[in-house]
T-cell receptor
Framework: DSGVTQTPKHLITATGQRVTLRCSPR?????VYWYQQSLDQGLQFLIQ???????AKGNILERFSAQQFPDLHSELNLSSLELGDSALYFC?????????????FGPGTRLTVL | GDSVTQMEGPVTLSEEAFLTINCTYT??????LFWYVQYPGEGLQLLLK?????DKGSNKGFEATYRKETTSFHLEKGSVQVSDSAVYFC??????????FGKGTRLSVIA
């Protein structure tokens, strides 16, 4: 158990819908990262927050957004969903803002868009 | 940009065989290197890491040595078990960047 929690574990929805994925980092960790794992693209970084502020952006679509709240939990919002958005979404946390610090991963949310 | 290349899978081995999964990287600076493992139906777990040249990371019988001269971080285990069946990801981070992952190597160990 990494100490990072993600909810829900599974999510099934229809095209055009909007969903919210939630992540709680390890106690004491200030950085939260979101990654997408799909069969064709592999593991891709989406976005990072550090202590409530956006720190880095990766291959995140404009239809996707995220935020980190004062209690340091983070939410990833996916809207106007398409079939291709079906993937595993992982959250990771670390103590510091990137660098050599280790990132610990949550169990993931499996999103299926029908 | 920074990138990680790891050997294509799947790799199928008999129990107690020797395992090597190759990983090489390209980085503009001086990265930290990681191996993560993903067991079926689970998330990513950190297996081992190394933060500077010639460091050896080790855990659960797995080892990898940071080789700056060959830009490599190959994963090895002397005697694999059925329970080691999983997907293994090599990854790097440099300065304040998020992790860059290889495509993953699926390992199947048969009894």
């Amino acid at each position: 158990d990494s100490g990072v929690t993600q909810t829900p574990k599974h999510l099934i929805t229809a095209t055009g819908q909007r969903v919210t994925l939630r992540c709680s980092p390890r106690s004491g960790d200030l950085s939260v990262y979101w990654y997408q794992q799909s069969l064709d693209q592999g593991l891709q970084f989406l976005i990072q927050y550090y202590n409530g502020e956006e720190r880095a952006k990766g291959n995140i679509l404009e239809r996707f957004s995220a935020q980190q709240f004062p209690d340091l939990h983070s939410e990833l919002n996916l809207s106007s969903l398409e079939l291709g958005d079906s993937a595993l979404y992982f959250c990771a946390s670390s103590t510091l803002s990137g660098g050599k610090d280790t990132q610990y991963f949550g169990p993931g949310t499996r999103l299926t868009v029908l | 940009g920074d990138s990680v290349t790891q050997m294509e899978g799947p790799v199928t081995l008999s129990e107690e065989a020797f395992l090597t999964i190759n990983c090489t990287y390209t980085a503009t600076g001086y990265p930290s290197l990681f191996w993560y493992v993903q067991y079926p139906g689970e998330g990513l777990q950190l297996l081992l890491k190394a933060t500077k040249a010639d460091d050896k990371g080790s855990n659960k019988g797995f080892e990898a040595t940071y080789r700056k001269e060959t830009t490599s971080f190959h994963l090895e285990k002397g005697s694999v078990q059925v329970s080691d069946s999983a997907v293994y990801f090599c990854a790097l981070t440099i300065r304040n960047t998020p992790l860059v992952f290889g495509k993953g190597t699926r390992l199947s160990v048969i009894a």
